[in-house]
Nanobody, 112 residues
Framework: QVHLVESGGGLVQPGGSLRLSCAAS????????MTWYRQVPGKEREFVAS????????TYADSVKGRFTISRDNAKSTLYIQMNSLKLEDTAVYYC?????WGQGTQVTVSS
């Protein structure tokens, strides 16, 4: 069974930072492109960033470019996203995904 577990969310002030992790199991993590998404109540799920299987290529939504960095450690089957200079509009539940499988999400709340 594919299993994805996000962690690292929490409450931060605007301008603060968080690092989210996604622990993967049940599949060959190193062969999959991985993606971070986020969603707020009443809104569609939004693409945040993706990273190729080797980590050689990354893609970011315009809204997070220059602030977020996606990375992965294939030896640990773990996906990360470093989120800096957080804004109120970054508040959401953040999910990692293979495209077919999803984790339960971790809540990020940016508030003063």
């Amino acid at each position: 069974q594919v299993h994805l577990v996000e962690s690292g969310g929490g409450l931060v002030q605007p301008g603060g930072s968080l690092r989210l992790s996604c622990a993967a199991s049940g599949f060959t993590f190193s062969t999959f492109l991985m993606t971070w998404y986020r969603q707020v109540p009443g809104k569609e799920r939004e693409f945040v960033a993706s990273i190729s299987s080797t980590g050689a290529s990354t893609t970011y939504a315009d809204s997070v470019k220059g602030r977020f960095t996606i990375s992965r450690d294939n030896a640990k089957s773990t996906l990360y996203i470093q989120m800096n200079s957080l804004k109120l509009e970054d508040t959401a539940v953040y999910y990692c995904s293979t495209g077919l499988s999803w984790g339960q999400g971790t809540q990020v709340t940016v508030s003063s």
